[in-house]
């Protein structure tokens, strides 16, 4: 399954070879990481990145490629449990990496175009979920206008279908993500920065002098930043007070027209839809279809969301043909405000970014201006005003349950997990192509699976912290329903909060 962007498209070239300590350390090539680095270096500082696979190998190779101010139903998720300073400050963030994003891209030759982004009501439950984030954007700033539920709603933006209702923004962005983690690779390298791939950081340590552990080891720093999606090493465990949500997308050719506009449903089932022009992507597909989102690890067939998908879109969009297909994850807090600052315990030398909820392209460079007032020594009253409100916001009654609500789903996968797996024993019959099977052996669960006719077996719990891991049917990976880690089939960490492979174990499949 690979991303549209990255579909064919040349590896960026980066450094293979063991890494030099520098000013400063960033863990992470994507849009957080790079976008710090090159801020950094033009601060003045020496920096290295480090990469466990390469620029752009996750959500920010992976996502829509929609940079938008108007995000589904989020200004009003956020308003209804905050005072409208929070979302103006929300919005300012947004604002303010967007710009930093869009002239970068014009400085870079990356292109883009401008189109109009929809919120968009499929039934009437949506329709009010509309009404109320037109409100939330108006009162926060923005110029939406509203698309009314009238025989007009049929056709919207070029939509082939009707629609109940839509707040709509002028003026938003399409850019392929890829290219723009190629050209910041590319800047950041032009202008004395160090790139590596291939090297996962395992751990930091602050004394006695900053350093991260990685499978070539310590790499000395006087910061360090953790741009890893969730932060790898948390002291502050804000694993547990975000989660990690995994969408798929499927880009399509499609022999008619296309909508101009970029989509998002408020109610479900999500769909996010957006055409591809060579303006704003390859010329090999013309439309993007998104949805399927769940926590990763907790969806009984992956492969079915994926399917749903090009089902749908097949019988609204006649003739489309799938091209490929992706997936990727996003970590969410649980009040939609990202995670920026640095980690408790690292005597404010460790820096991270987490939590944008699936608006990354504009919150990891508002992220990664805020790291570099920060580490650069910005006075508060220098920064701007959504780093202080961001800074001092308060967390709510809600915030907490919804927080409680997703720890006590944790807590049931935790036992569940465990207690699933114990009701299978190994032997078991091999797994057909691209599925998995996880059963116990001496009450330890392990994982067996067949990929591309090789049959597997691993130690199916989570080296994080001890989840029973799930199989993931549409990208053939153990995926944990804890906080989000998933591993290949041979064991290989690919990403989230845990740092080490699974163990290989003999197979005793029947
Ligand atoms: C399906 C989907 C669609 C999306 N669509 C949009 C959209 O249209 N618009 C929008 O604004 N946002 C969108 N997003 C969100 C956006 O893609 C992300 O918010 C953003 O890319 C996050 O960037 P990041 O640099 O923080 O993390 P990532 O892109 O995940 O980068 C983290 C990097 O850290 C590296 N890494 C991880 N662990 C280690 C380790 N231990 N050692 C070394 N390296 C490590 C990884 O290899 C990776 O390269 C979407 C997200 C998803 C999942
Ligand atoms: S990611 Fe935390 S237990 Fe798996």
């Known amino acids: 399954m690979e991303s549209l962007w990255r579909l064919g498209a040349d590896p960026i070239p980066t450094r293979s070879d063991a ?65 409208a300073s929070l979302v103006r400050a929300y919005v300012q963030a947004n604002r303010e990496g967007a710009a930093w994003l869009t002239a970068f891209a014009d400085a870079e030759g990356v292109s883009y175009t401008r189109r109009t982004a929809y919120s968009y009501a499929q039934g009437s439950d949506g329709a009010s979920t509309v009404e109320e984030e037109a409100a939330a954007a108006m009162e926060a700033g923005l110029e939406v206008h509203r698309v009314l539920p009238t025989a007009e709603a049929t ?121 591809v022009t060579p303006g704003d992507g390859p010329d090999t597909a013309q439309l993007i279809v ?41 970590y969410q807090s649980h009040n939609l405000i990202p995670f920026i600052g640095t980690l408790p315990r690292s005597a404010g030398r460790i820096s991270f970014a987490t939590g944008y909820g699936k608006w990354g392209l504009s919150l990891a460079p508002a992220a990664a201006l805020r790291i570099v007032a920060e580490t650069t020594g910005t006075r508060w009253r220098d920064r701007s005003p959504w780093m202080r409100e961001f800074a001092t916001r308060m967390t709510v009654p809600a915030d907490i349950a919804r927080g409680g609500e997703e720890n006590l789903q944790v807590a049931r996968r935790a036992a569940s997990g465990w207690i699933a797996a114990e009701r299978r024993a190994i032997p078991v019959p091999q797994p057909a192509e691209g599925q998995g099977v996880v059963a116990q052996r001496g009450g330890v669960p392990m994982g067996i699976s067949t990929v591309d006719g090789q049959t597997r077996a691993v130690r199916a719990v989570c080296p994080h912290l001890g989840g029973v891991l799930a199989w993931n049917d549409a990208e053939c990976t153990w995926d944990c329903p804890l906080h989000a880690s998933r591993f290949a089939p041979d064991g290989t960490r690919l990403e989230g909060p845990a740092v080490d492979d699974l163990s290989v174990e003999p197979r005793s499949a029947r």
């Open 19 to 83: 890494p030099r300590g520098a000013d400063v350390v960033v863990v992470g090539a994507g849009l957080t990481g790079l976008v710090t680095a090159l801020l950094l270096r033009r601060a003045g500082r020496t920096v290295t990145v480090l990469d466990a696979a390469g620029p752009g190998a996750l959500a920010s190779g992976g996502n829509t490629g929609k940079l938008s101010l108007l995000q589904g139903s989020v200004l009003s998720s956020i308003r209804a449990y905050h005072p």
């Open 155 to 275: 056709g919207v933006g070029g939509l082939p279908f009707p629609i109940v209702d839509a707040v709509a923004l002028d003026d938003q962005v399409a850019i392929d993500p890829y290219a723009l983690v190629r050209a910041l690779t590319a800047r950041l390298i032009t202008e004395g920065g160090v790139v590596h791939s291939g090297i996962r950081a395992t751990g930091v340590r602050v004394v006695p002098r900053p350093r991260v552990r990685t499978t070539v080891g310590d790499v000395w720093a006087d910061h360090i930043v953790l741009a890893t999606g969730t932060a790898v090493v948390d002291r502050g465990l804000t694993f547990a007070k975000t989660h990690g949500l995994r969408s798929y997308c499927v880009a399509f050719t499609v022999p008619g027209e296309v909508p101009d506009g970029m989509f998002l449903s408020v109610d479900g089932p999500t769909r996010s839809i957006r055409s």
């Open 290 to 330: 998104g949805g399927g989102g769940h926590p990763v690890g907790r969806q009984p067939s992956e492969r079915a969301g994926v399917d749903e998908l090009i089902a749908w879109t097949r019988a609204h969009f006649p003739g489309a043909e799938p091209v490929t297909s992706w997936s990727a994850q996003d």
